[in-house]
């Protein structure tokens, strides 16, 4: 199921609906339709072909990987800098 929550704009997420009618997200992020759609497809695709276990894997987002790094080296750098400088006498 695509959950819809248009307050400032619309955006998405999938949930499962369990049988007791409770819903649980997928994801906890609200997003575009886009990613949301092709969540639904696949999870659907596994579902409907009488799979026992459904498995979905969530891809890396590369640039927070990149973003963190790019935080982390300079600190460290300043860091060793710091350590290293010559301390007047």
């Given at each position: 199921m ?10 998405y997420?999938?949930?499962f ?16 339709h886009?990613p949301?759609?092709?969540?639904v ?8 072909s009488g799979q026992?276990?459904i ?5 890396v ?10 935080l982390?080296l300079?600190?460290?750098a300043?860091g060793?800098f ?8």
């Amino acid at each position: 199921m695509v959950a819809e929550d248009c307050d400032e704009g619309c955006s998405y997420r999938a949930e499962f609906v369990r049988a007791s009618g409770g819903r649980v997200p997928l994801n906890t992020v609200y997003t575009n339709h886009g990613p949301v759609s092709r969540q639904v497809s696949e999870l659907g695709a596994q579902m409907a072909s009488g799979q026992r276990h459904i498995t979905f894997k969530v891809p890396v987002a590369w640039w927070v990987v990149g973003l963190i790094a790019g935080l982390t080296l300079p600190g460290v750098a300043v860091g060793v800098f710091l350590m290293l400088r010559k301390r007047p006498a």
